[in-house]
């Protein structure tokens, strides 16, 4: 139980164009997914924090604008990164909080991406 | 704000043997949750083990096990008998209970190579 899963597992995209990344909970309920940023070789960034229908909550720094997220089900988020450029390459990370297993989050297996 | 620091870069065992990874926090709160994560090649995080800052109680998991030490703030995680596949990252994070903030804040992380 407590799976998590993300859609793409890799994605290159052009500069300038936008990505779409899907964080489902498949066996659980999340009324709260996180979604996170890791570069290589460094612990995980978090970006935001995504509740089940209402407005994201953005760590400091982090462009809302850039990094849209939705969070419209108890099973799915999406982060959609807008406008990619090159520096918006890195390794992105979802997870999801299951209030009925003692408040633990579960980790998607992550979707890597390159912009070209 | 709270902190987790992880003091080894990198650690090293020979299989069979018996290793400690070490993690140690600041915090103003009394009631917590402390949590090791393992992320192996393939990046997945895995959660290896959690322990509630009320219990006093060391938590274990079949070869995991932690070292808790509330007043010092310290989390130190054992792993014996260390197997090839426990070679990885491995994060420590501390995370508020419910109803304060839910991130969690990891460490730097400490990799883990298994000798044969």
């Known amino acids: 139980g407590a799976v998590v899963s993300q859609h793409p597992s890799w994605v290159i995209c052009k500069s300038g164009t936008s990505v779409k990344i899907e964080c489902r909970s498949l066996d659980f309920q999340a009324t709260t997914m996180f979604w996170y940023r890791q570069f290589p070789k460094q612990s995980l960034m978090l970006m935001a924090t995504?509740?089940?229908?209402?407005?994201?909550?953005?760590e400091q720094g982090v462009e809302k604008d850039k990094f849209l997220i939705n969070h419209a089900s108890l099973t799915l988020s999406t982060l959609t990164v807008t406008s990619a450029h090159p520096e918006d390459s890195s390794f992105y990370i979802c997870s999801a909080r299951d209030a009925s297993r003692q408040e633990t989050q579960y980790f998607g297996p992550g979707t890597r991406l390159l912009v070209l | 704000a709270q902190t987790v620091t992880q003091s080894q870069p990198e650690m090293s065992v020979q299989e069979a043997e018996t290793v400690t990874l070490s993690c140690t926090y600041d915090t103003s709160e009394s009631d917590y949750y402390l949590f090791w994560y393992k992320q192996p090649p393939s990046r997945q995080m895995i959660l290896v083990i959690r322990?509630?800052?009320?219990?006093?109680q060391n938590a274990t998991e079949n070869r995991f096990s932690v070292n808790f030490q509330k007043a010092a703030k310290s989390f130190s995680l054992k792993i014996s008998d260390s197997q090839l596949g426990d070679a990885a990252m491995y994060f420590c994070a501390y995370r508020t209970p419910q109803g304060g903030s839910e991130k969690l804040v990891f460490g730097k992380g400490t990799k883990l190579t298994v000798n044969p």
């Open positions: 995504s509740n089940e229908g209402s407005k994201a909550t953005y």
């Open positions: 322990q509630e800052a009320y219990k006093q």
